[in-house]
Antibody
Framework: EVQLLESGGGLVQPGGSLRLSCAASGFTFSSYAMNWVRQAPGKGLEWVSVFSRSDDWTSYADSVKGRFAISRDNSKNTLYLQMSNLRAEDTAVYYC????????WGQGTLVTVSS | DIQMTQSPSAMSASVGDRVTITCRASQGISNYLAWFQQKPGKVPKRLIYAASSLQSGVPSRFSGSGSGTEFSLTISSLQPEDFATYYCLQHNSYPYTFGQGTKLEIK
């Protein structure tokens, strides 16, 4: 059974940093691209970033480019999202999502950016 | 970037009704289109992938169609558990983009 478990969310002040983690199990992690998708309170879904399954290729939404960094550790079956210079508009539930087809989603972790 | 225009943004319908939601892509995306259902406080659930393929375990009253730039999700006979928000997603090219969502409410 595919499982994705996010952690690392919480309350952070504007301009602060936070690192999210996503522990994956139930599939061959290294064989799949992995994404982060977020949802602000009461708003729609927004794709944030992807890390390819090989060749270390990454991509970001314009709204986070230069502030967020995605990475993965295939030996630990874990995906990360390092978030810096956080803004109030980054407040959202962050979901870890498997594959370019977005077939499996984690339960999400809430990030709140507020003073 | 590819823009996804989803309509309507909200609608009300009755149990048993046939409902169609549409998504238009700003450029061709072949069949790289998925539909998700989200209920309040829950994780989005994929219903349709590759524009018209039904996700395993999803009731057959859900169907998807389209290719290129025009897509639709149809629920043939609404059930009480179908009242939710629906999103389309293009995953033809990065950045992936979602439609703005359709909130389906009980009439």
């Amino acid at each position: 059974e595919v499982q994705l478990l996010e952690s690392g969310g919480g309350l952070v002040q504007p301009g602060g940093s936070l690192r999210l983690s996503c522990a994956a199990s139930g599939f061959t992690f290294s064989s799949y691209a992995m994404n982060w998708v977020r949802q602000a309170p009461g708003k729609g879904l927004e794709w944030v970033s992807v890390f390819s399954r090989s060749d270390d290729w990454t991509s970001y939404a314009d709204s986070v480019k230069g502030r967020f960094a995605i990475s993965r550790d295939n030996s630990k079956n874990t995906l990360y999202l390092q978030m810096s210079n956080l803004r109030a508009e980054d407040t959202a539930v962050y979901y870890c999502v498997k594959d370019g087809w977005l077939d499996y989603w984690g339960q999400g972790t809430l990030v709140t950016v507020s003073s | 970037d590819i823009q996804m225009t989803q309509s309507p943004s909200a609608m009300s319908a009755s149990v048993g009704d046939r409902v169609t939601i549409t998504c238009r892509a700003s450029q061709g995306i072949s069949n790289y289109l998925a539909w998700f259902q989200q209920k309040p406080g829950k994780v989005p659930k994929r219903l349709i992938y590759a524009a018209s393929s039904l996700q395993s375990g999803v009731p057959s009253r859900f169907s998807g169609s389209g290719s290129g730039t025009e897509f639709s999700l149809t629920i043939s006979s609404l059930q009480p558990e179908d009242f939710a928000t629906y999103y389309c997603l293009q995953h033809n090219s990065y950045p992936y983009t979602f439609g703005q969502g359709t909130k389906l409410e009980i009439k």
